[in-house]
């Protein structure tokens, strides 16, 4: 599949907005993190403003921008129109956990923050079930996947809170959790990509043409004479070398070394605290663009079958 960069820099983003929206909502209201009402509401802001500018880039994804409201009437049977109307509903919490975070309202903190994460963790559940329920694409109908949008926004937003946790000085518990978090994601990405290159792929030549009972089909030219949509979009190809090195440095950029800046965050403290919260961050970031990259582009979608360069 031919990598957006609309769609790649929306989920990174509305991962990572999400994410931190997530622990903001478990953690702020146990007193885990700092107690400045600057920070909950500076935290909340970068939150909901990573929500709406990836909401905002994945419209320009679409051929008619204008009629995406739409999707949200199909929410029974869609999960991109679910994905829709479960954004908009965690608006109403998130924006009442803001305005309770900077007056640092109490009693509202709690049920706004609680209701934020929970909304927060449906609508990332429901984009990655964008991708899980494609069956013509073998890398996205995977068990893994939805779960991995969970996993990845939950350590890209711990990977934020963390940072800013530091420059308020009370770092050390949202970076031991963010540290934790790309560690299980760097073997969590790593098993999924053993377990999609022992996967065959789904469908062949002879099971999409429905000739099979005749022997092996092989197609003699082209169904078009000149380059389309379809291969433009379906039939995009990574080289098998570019794809083990961007994997490569989407584990080291995205996981290992994240994990490994806000260890030393926690042992060396301080202002190097500060430095290595903000590498840490920017690190993770640019690993899961990486990622990102690499779920589009090594995806194989069934109707490159019928292109005979395809395989």
């Known amino acids: 599949m031919k ?30 993190l700092p107690a400045s009402s600057l920070f909950g509401a500076t935290a909340a802001i ?29 929410w029974r049977t869609s999960w991109l129109s679910r994905e829709g109307v479960a954004a908009i509903l965690t608006f109403l919490p998130a924006t009442v956990f803001l305005i309770a975070l900077a007056h640092d309202e109490a009693r509202l903190i709690l049920p706004a923050g609680l209701l934020s994460a929970a909304g927060a963790a449906v609508t990332v559940y429901c984009t990655g079930m964008i991708y899980a329920s494609l069956k013509p ?15 990845f926004a939950s350590f890209s937003g711990a990977s934020l809170l963390a940072m800013l946790a530091i420059f308020w000085g009370g770092g050390f518990f949202p970076a ?11 073997f969590f990405k790593r098993a999924y ?27 003699l030219e082209s169904p078009h004479t000149e380059v389309n949509y379809l291969l433009r979009e379906m039939a995009f190809r990574v080289g098998r070398v ?16 994240p994990a490994l ?17 903000l590498l840490a961050a920017a690190s993770a970031v640019a690993g899961l663009l990486v990622e ?16 005979p360069t395809q395989r």
């Open 193 to 219: 990509w053993a377990s999609v290159d022992a996967t065959p792929a789904g469908s062949t030549r002879e099971s999409a043409t429905g000739l099979g009972f005749i022997g092996k089909v092989r197609p």
């Open 46 to 74: 970068i939150a909901l403003a990573l929500i709406a500018a990836g909401l905002c880039s994945s419209l320009l994804h679409l051929g008619r921008p204008e009629r995406a409201w739409r999707a949200l009437s199909q």
């Open 242 to 257: 570019h794809a083990a090195r961007l994997r490569a440095i989407a584990l080291l950029l995205g996981f290992a070394l």
């Open 292 to 307: 990102r990259w690499l779920i589009f582009a090594e995806a194989t979608h069934t109707v490159a079958l019928y292109y």
């Open 137 to 151: 694409v073998k890398e996205w109908h995977h068990p893994m996947v939805a779960p991995g949008y969970l996993l």
């Open 3 to 32: 990598p957006a960069p609309s769609i790649i820099f929306f989920t990174v983003a509305s991962g990572a907005g999400y994410g931190l929206l997530f622990w903001l909502g478990v953690l702020k209201p146990f007193g885990l």
């Open 261 to 277: 800046f806000f260890c030393l965050a926690i042992i060396i403290g301080g202002s190097a605290a500060m430095a290595f919260g």
């Open 176 to 186: 031991l959790v963010a540290a934790a978090l790309g560690m299980a994601a760097l």
